[in-house]
């Protein structure tokens, strides 16, 4: 399991928010590289998920995204755990 620390006003960086104005969610783009990449090796998985990252500005650890890159490849669920961090 995974945890990260996430600004509330950051928050749609992270899910999708219908009222939200960020157009690039983590979760999105996590979906879709389960949903296609699913027995393909870590090693291709972990720089898209580090390019959805950076590009959601988030800050995952090279250890976070190779677990998260190992659930997508196997299958598995993964858990990431979420502060939300006040203003």
């Not at 590289?33 to 390019?51: K, Q």
């Not at 890159?69 to 203003?87: D, H, K, M, P, Q």
């Amino acid at each position: 399991m995974g945890e990260t620390t996430v600004s509330v006003q950051d928050m749609d960086h992270l899910l999708h928010d219908p009222k939200g104005s960020y157009g690039a969610p983590y979760q999105r783009a996590y979906a879709e590289l389960a949903a296609t990449h699913r027995g393909r090796p870590s090693a291709e998985i972990v720089p898209l998920l580090r390019a959805a990252a950076d590009k959601a500005l988030l800050g995952f650890s090279i250890a976070d995204l190779s677990e998260q890159a190992e659930a997508i490849s196997s299958g598995a669920r993964y858990e990431l755990r979420v502060r939300v961090a006040g203003r």
